[in-house]
């Protein structure tokens, strides 16, 4: 059973940065693609960004360009920077981990990041 800690949010200004961040446990297999999704206030969940590896990644289309997805295996680790924010940045981030051999996803409980003045 994998275990996904957030942590890093909080509020921020318009046009401000935040980096937040996820440590994976309790698994000693590292393929696992990590990913951040989102979820606003009465609306669904949505993709953020993707890593597989280092060289992999995929962005939802309204954080292209601002935000950038990274992670350190040694550290069970992904981290997500998020620049230029915008209030409708505002929502609660996800962590999720998706086994590549077994196909079984995992979510963390969630961290709240607000962007407004």
């Known amino acids: 059973q994998v275990q996904l800690v957030e942590s890093g949010g909080g509020l921020v200004q318009p046009g401000g940065s935040l980096s937040v961040s996820c440590v994976a446990s309790?698994?000693?297999?590292?393929?696992?693609?990590m990913g951040w999704y989102r979820q606003a206030p009465g609306k669904q969940r949505e993709l953020v960004a993707l890593?597989?590896?280092?060289?992999?990644?995929n962005y939802g289309d309204s954080v292209k360009g601002r935000f950038t997805i990274s992670r350190d295996n040694a550290k069970n680790t992904v981290y997500l920077q998020m620049n230029s924010l915008k209030s409708e940045d505002t929502a609660v981030y996800y962590c999720?981990?998706?086994?590549?051999?077994?196909?079984?996803?995992?979510w963390g409980q969630g961290t709240q990041v607000t962007v407004s003045s």
């Open positions: 890593i597989a590896d280092a060289h992999r990644t």
């Open positions: 309790g698994s000693s297999d590292s393929n696992y693609a």
């Open positions: 999720h981990a998706l086994n590549l051999r077994s196909l079984v996803a995992y």
